[in-house]
């Protein structure tokens, strides 16, 4: 059992780790407003949901979320969104894909867990990254807010910021996301997987 605990550990350790480093792998698109940028940190967290189970998916999800704390550029803010968001889409991929070991069953994690991404993203930014944002670094001045997205959304404006916001930069931002890791997850997975076994196979010996 010790070892076993051992082996956990140093999994969720690993995929923490890979995940932090992706952390800081980030990139604007055009197509969004400036201050959205993409990382796939959330990768590693999926594959390890995948391989150990919904508690050590989201144990990673939380063990990167502290390591990367200290980095943070956003007051913490989109650090604690990462974190449910991360949190919510690895409980629901590692959840029905422990249910439905196949193939088909992991795509059918990954349509799942996208679809709690984008609900999780939309409601994150609703309740918490706007409203905080607009606080700690507009000085809740709307229009600052309204500037930076204009040059993306250009009839964004103080009555219908947030549901433009959602609808053209939101929901196709997280679903680039969403699709990218789903993609490489399905395409690598079982390949991790074969790997990881084989690892604790030697380490049991």
């Known amino acids: 059992m010790n070892r076993k605990k051992v082996l956990a550990i140093t999994k969720i350790g690993i995929f923490a780790g890979l995940a932090t480093v992706l952390y800081f792998i980030k990139f604007p698109l055009p197509i969004f407003p400036s201050f959205l940028e993409i990382q796939?940190?959330?990768?590693?967290?999926?594959?390890?949901?995948?391989?150990?189970?919904?508690?050590g998916g989201v144990l990673i999800v939380f063990v990167k979320f502290l390591m990367s704390l200290p980095f943070s550029k956003t007051a913490y803010v989109g650090d604690f969104a990462d974190l449910i968001i991360g949190g919510?889409?690895?409980?629901?991929?590692?959840?029905?894909?422990?249910?439905?070991?196949?193939?088909?069953g992991g795509l059918i994690a990954l349509l799942w867990g996208s679809l709690a991404w984008i609900v999780a993203g939309v409601l994150a930014n609703y309740f918490i990254l706007v409203p905080a944002y607009l606080k700690l670094f507009f000085n809740d001045d709307l229009e600052g807010f309204l500037q930076l997205c204009r040059v993306v959304i250009k009839d964004i404006n103080a009555d219908n910021y947030?549901?433009?916001?959602?609808?053209?930069?939101?929901?196709?931002?997280?679903?680039?996301?969403?699709?990218?890791?789903?993609?490489?997850?399905?395409?690598?997975?079982?390949?991790?997987?074969?790997?990881?076994?084989?690892?604790?196979?030697?380490?049991?010996?």
Do not use: C, W
């Open 40 to 55: 796939f940190s959330i990768l590693p967290a999926i594959i390890g949901g995948f391989s150990m189970g919904p508690l």
């Open 88 to 104: 919510i889409t690895v409980l629901v991929t590692s959840l029905v894909y422990h249910k439905y070991k196949t193939k088909k």
């Open 162 to 205: 947030m549901m433009k916001y959602i609808i053209y930069a939101v929901i196709p931002f997280n679903a680039i996301i969403a699709v990218v890791v789903s993609t490489v997850t399905f395409l690598v997975y079982k390949k991790i997987s074969n790997f990881l076994r084989k690892l604790d196979e030697e380490k049991q010996e």
